[in-house]
């Protein structure tokens, strides 16, 4: 017997969302914070209030590098994206550029 739990509440909300109102290829910048990472395929979802329902996708190549090595991030961290307007079928948004927000600058190693 299988039960119908029905949709998740964000997927119902895209779905019954027009599409977003500016041009595509359209550039911004904003605050947002990261609502789901997977390490494994290099990729995940960023949410902003002002884009509210649709979410950004975010690939790992976008995430501005402070100090080298792995590159990925974690639900729930606060960032700045640049981001473009496009038309796929699950996003419409991709991530240009990322930057943790709050986040120190690396420190230099010390030399004894």
């Known amino acids: 017997m299988s039960v119908d739990i029905g949709k998740r509440p964000d997927k119902a909300k ?7 109102g500016e041009p595509i290829g359209t550039l ?4 947002g914070v990261v ?6 395929k290099g990729y995940g979802a960023i949410g902003c209030d002002v884009l509210d329902p ?4 975010c690939h790992f190549s976008a995430i501005e590098d402070a100090g ?15 981001y473009m307007r496009v038309d796929q079928e699950s996003f419409k948004y991709v991530a240009l550029r990322v930057r943790r927000v ?4 690396p420190r230099p190693a010390k030399t004894r």
């Open 28 to 31: 911004a910048t904003a605050e």
């Open 14 to 20: 895209r779905e019954a969302a027009s599409d977003p």
């Open 68 to 82: 080298g090595g792995f590159r990925a991030l974690t639900p729930g961290d606060a960032v700045e994206v640049d």
């Open 35 to 40: 609502r789901w990472w997977r390490n494994d």
């Open 54 to 57: 649709w979410d950004i996708w």
């Open 102 to 105: 709050g986040q120190a600058a």
